[in-house]
């Protein structure tokens, strides 16, 4: 095979490896967490649901809280008709629970187009690589 064939296929090669292949585990890994975070929204607005459904926000009510390491200790809720909600940099603000719901449902939808916005970059980092595989595939002669 020609010299200058097998040194644009090496460098073809790696800039798959260094660079394509590291952008896309990146992407992957902001995808796995902005799909938890929304998981994380999912299963408060539907805790939150819960406790309007059922009327505690009235009576209270007890619960188990994860101290951490699987540690739960009991708790009592004596009024559960607002909630603190972090707003970010560490900061909470008191919320209804319907406003807490509605600043929810905003943030669920936010973090739905940032993940669509991630899949198509994961789509298109493979698309580039895949193209770039092709190329290779046709620099070395490889019929399919």
């Known amino acids: 095979m020609n010299p200058d064939i097998q040194g644009k296929i090496l460098k073809f090669e790696t800039f798959i490896n ?15 967490d902005k799909n938890e975070d929304f998981a994380e929204f999912l ?14 926000n009235k009576d209270g ?24 909600l972090d707003i970010g940099l560490g900061h909470y603000l008191e919320f ?3 406003d807490a719901l509605a600043l929810i ?23 580039h690589i895949k193209l770039i595989l092709l190329g290779i595939r046709e620099l070395q002669g490889i019929k399919d």
Do not use: C, Y
């Open 105 to 127: 449902n905003l943030r669920m939808k936010l973090l739905e187009q940032q993940i669509t916005h991630i899949r198509k970059q994961v789509a298109k980092t493979n698309a």
């Open 61 to 84: 009510f007890k619960t188990q809280v994860d101290i951490g390491q699987n540690f739960f200790i009991e708790a009592h809720i004596p009024d559960a008709s607002t909630i603190l």
């Open 18 to 32: 260094e660079v394509l292949k590291e952008d896309l585990a990146k992407f992957q890994k902001k995808l796995d």
């Open 96 to 98: 209804s629970l319907n």
């Open 43 to 56: 299963q408060l607005k539907t805790m939150i649901s819960t406790i309007q459904n059922n009327q505690f």
